[in-house]
């Protein structure tokens, strides 16, 4: 065999049809296993939430980053990580409805934050989509200045569209035999409302079943519209609209759907088109799936892993081994609680040993900073959510 075969051998996988017949396609796994820095991911700035901010000026940063991290400066670590969700909660279930009283003074540090998490340009790409597919939105980098940015979906997304000759085997298929083959997951049971309903039951559902958005539909089922978490943005300024009528809240805008027909390389075109999250699959009219971001990139990642199971190993280790240090790591710090002595000396030694958690610490580049940091960075899980108020008009 000529050297040129064996190298085309070792880009292209061998599938065979029921024919018997030998077909040719692309594993993309090499192409993935690129770290970050030298891929052509675009990475954005990101605007940091010093944990004094208030809740509202905290919700006007949110509602345009969707996420951000959280900067203690007094004790000069990462707190945690705000996202639009927390700010739905605690409208949803702290705030008396309608909202009634007096303003009440409070910061991002009276909600509850997600654990402080960030990767940094030497990770894979193919690490990166195993983060998003935890059906996270936004991934946080710490750049080779030891500055934070931050890679969205929708710029995972156009990576996949300029190179789209990398995945040649998914491109052209339509939803129907993505979900057969690669398992997209188009057609899960799908959560919609009559837009005759009140703008915050429909919140109240999307914070139950733990989504982003959802179809409004009319008393036929037809679909007419989207409401999603992002929506929140028109009650900025007075909550008392979200009593209103589901029809008269949304901006007229067409509901954006595909078809069973509808090939992946055209979902790259409405989802970037559009700058949306999800496209509501339709048959007659009626919505009956709904495909998002995280679901192609969950197709993606799982199918690469699953058809690279032992060239993929290394990879997998890595990650694993991760996992393995960040579950010792939370041990340590449950043990810690008991014993306050030896609190310090069980982090340090264990953040030691565990390079990574470098990445917990943007702003000090000593050892004795970043031990610091990383000992307190697990203990956001028990934040509680605390009680504020939006201005009103």
Same mark, same amino acid.
């Given at each position: 065999?000529?050297?040129?075969?064996?190298?085309?051998?070792?880009?292209?996988?061998?599938?065979?049809?029921?024919?018997?017949?030998?077909?040719?396609?692309?594993?993309?796994?090499?192409?993935?296993?690129?770290?970050?820095?030298?891929?052509?991911?675009?990475?954005?700035?990101?605007?940091?939430?010093?944990?004094?901010?208030?809740?509202?000026?905290?919700?006007?940063?949110?509602?345009?980053?969707?996420?951000?991290?959280?900067?203690?400066?007094?004790?000069?670590?990462?707190?945690?990580?705000?996202?639009?969700?927390?700010?739905?909660?605690?409208?949803?279930?702290?705030?008396?409805?309608?909202?009634?009283?007096?303003?009440?003074?409070?910061?991002?540090?009276?909600?509850?934050?997600?654990? $402080?998490?960030?990767?940094?340009?030497?990770?894979?790409?193919?690490?990166?989509?195993?983060?998003?597919?935890?059906?996270?939105?936004?991934?946080?980098?710490?750049?080779?200045?030891?500055?934070?940015?931050?890679?969205?979906?929708?710029?995972?997304?156009?990576?996949?569209?300029?190179?789209?000759?990398?995945?040649?085997?998914?491109?052209?298929?339509?939803?129907?035999?993505?979900?057969?083959?690669?398992?997209?997951?188009? $057609?899960?049971?799908?959560?919609?409302?009559?837009?005759?309903?009140?703008?915050?039951?429909?919140?109240?559902?999307?914070?139950?079943?733990?989504?982003?958005?959802?179809?409004?539909?009319?008393?036929?089922?037809?679909?007419?519209?989207?409401?999603?978490?992002?929506?929140?943005?028109?009650?900025?300024?007075?909550?008392?609209?979200?009593?209103?009528?589901?029809?008269?809240?949304?901006?007229?805008?067409?509901?954006?759907?595909?078809?069973?027909?509808?090939?992946?390389?055209?979902? $790259?075109?409405?989802?970037?088109?559009?700058?949306?999250?999800?496209?509501?699959?339709?048959?007659?009219?009626?919505?009956?799936?709904?495909?998002?971001?995280?679901?192609?990139?969950?197709?993606?990642?799982?199918?690469?892993?699953?058809?690279?199971?032992?060239?993929?190993?290394?990879?997998?280790?890595?990650?694993?081994?991760?996992?393995?240090?960040?579950?010792?790591?939370?041990?340590?710090?449950?043990?810690?609680?008991?014993?306050?002595?030896?609190?310090?000396?069980?982090?340090?030694?264990?953040?030691?040993?565990?390079?990574?958690?470098?990445?917990?610490?943007?702003?000090?580049?000593?050892?004795?900073?970043?031990?610091?940091?990383?000992?307190?960075?697990?203990?956001?899980?028990?934040?509680?959510?605390?009680?504020?108020?939006?201005?009103?008009?």
């Amino acid at each position: 065999m000529s050297a040129t075969d064996k190298k085309s051998q070792s880009n292209y996988g061998m599938r065979k049809c029921s024919s018997e017949k030998i077909i040719t396609m692309k594993n993309p796994l090499h192409f993935l296993l690129q770290p970050i820095s030298t891929s052509t991911l675009e990475l954005k700035k990101v605007q940091i939430l010093d944990s004094s901010v208030s809740i509202e000026d905290g919700f006007n940063v949110i509602i345009d980053q969707l996420s951000a991290p959280v900067y203690d400066s007094k004790k000069e670590k990462f707190i945690g990580i705000c996202d639009l969700k927390h700010f739905l909660s605690y409208i949803l279930y702290k705030l008396p409805f309608p909202p009634t009283g007096d303003y009440v003074e409070s910061s991002i540090t009276d909600m509850e934050l997600f654990p $402080f998490t960030i990767l940094d340009k030497k990770s894979s790409v193919l690490q990166l989509l195993k983060y998003f597919d935890t059906g996270v939105h936004r991934a946080f980098i710490l750049n080779e200045k030891k500055q934070i940015e931050m890679i969205t979906q929708l710029s995972i997304l156009k990576w996949f569209k300029d190179n789209a000759q990398e995945f040649s085997d998914m491109k052209n298929k339509d939803i129907i035999s993505l979900d057969r083959t690669y398992n997209l997951h188009s $057609f899960s049971k799908v959560h919609s409302i009559v837009d005759t309903e009140p703008v915050f039951k429909a919140f109240q559902l999307i914070q139950k079943y733990k989504i982003y958005g959802m179809p409004i539909v009319d008393d036929k089922n037809k679909i007419v519209g989207n409401i999603s978490i992002h929506d929140l943005k028109y009650a900025s300024s007075n909550l008392d609209k979200l009593a209103l009528p589901l029809k008269m809240y949304i901006e007229e805008r067409p509901p954006i759907t595909c078809d069973k027909s509808t090939k992946l390389s055209e979902l $790259f075109n409405i989802f970037l088109n559009n700058q949306i999250h999800r496209v509501h699959l339709v048959e007659g009219g009626k919505p009956i799936g709904i495909i998002t971001i995280t679901d192609i990139i969950s197709m993606i990642y799982n199918h690469t892993i699953s058809s690279n199971p032992d060239n993929n190993k290394s990879s997998s280790i890595q990650i694993n081994n991760n996992k393995k240090k960040n579950k010792n790591k939370n041990n340590n710090n449950n043990n810690n609680n008991n014993n306050n002595n030896n609190n310090n000396n069980n982090n340090n030694n264990n953040n030691n040993n565990n390079n990574n958690n470098n990445n917990n610490n943007n702003n000090n580049n000593n050892n004795n900073n970043n031990n610091k940091n990383n000992n307190n960075n697990n203990n956001n899980n028990n934040n509680i959510f605390g009680r504020y108020f939006l201005k009103y008009v």
